[in-house]
């Protein structure tokens, strides 16, 4: 009979499908007018809005919690780092929508395909996390790193792109802020990494 998993293990497993699934979303989501942004936008609220009731939740469950299957500070930054990517998710599409903006350009393409592969990897590596398997955590680790730190180079290239291209200065405001919006996003999807790299130091 299998082993049934650690309670504060299912969550984190419901914590990142939460986040796949607003990221999958929000990837391929297609904008055709403006109204599309309202319902674009309330779904990435309810989204962000699941993850911080799970937040509240694990608090609770944390603090009645006798004994954790790993360090119980480990299992809130966990779920601290992705929640922070729900909540940037949730803030750029609320951009897009004050912005009125429906169509992502080239580099918006690349951060928001970024960032929904580093959710595929959190995912994974918190399903090698629920049983266990730390040592292969690394490989995910490494990789959503390695999306990030291209990330940084979008994030210059589009900068420098949009200042050599464009000349009215409130587009530039407008789409400079949301690269830096996808570019952060991509920031917390490192500290995710990193969290799982200081779990697999404390218990492989």
């Not at 914590?15 to 942004?37: G, R, T």
């Not at 920031?187 to 404390?202: G, L, P, W």
């Amino acid at each position: 009979m299998a082993k049934k998993k650690d309670k504060f293990f299912n969550y984190l497993i419901s914590k990142s499908l939460n986040l796949k699934e607003s990221a999958n979303y929000f990837a391929d989501y297609k904008l055709k007018n403006v109204s599309d942004l309202k319902i674009f936008t309330e779904k990435m609220k309810e989204f962000e809005s699941n993850g911080d009731t799970m937040v509240h939740e694990l608090i609770r469950d944390l603090n009645n919690a006798f004994i954790t299957p790993i360090e119980r500070e480990d299992i809130l930054a966990l779920s601290i780092s992705m929640d922070d990517i729900l909540d940037g998710l949730y803030h750029t599409a609320a951009l897009f929508e004050m912005y009125s903006i429906i169509e992502m350009d080239d580099y918006m393409l690349k951060f928001v395909d970024a960032i929904k592969n580093c959710a595929t990897e959190i995912d994974a590596a918190i399903e090698l996390l629920s049983t266990k398997k730390l040592l292969n955590i690394r490989v995910h680790a490494i990789k959503i790193k390695e999306i990030e730190s291209n990330c940084d180079n979008i994030l210059r290239q589009s900068i420098k792109h949009l200042f050599t291209t464009e000349k009215d200065p409130i587009r530039i405001i407008k789409y400079k802020q949301i690269y830096e919006g996808l570019e952060e996003i991509a920031d917390s999807c490192k500290a995710v990494a990193n969290t799982f790299e200081t779990i697999i130091m404390r218990n492989a």
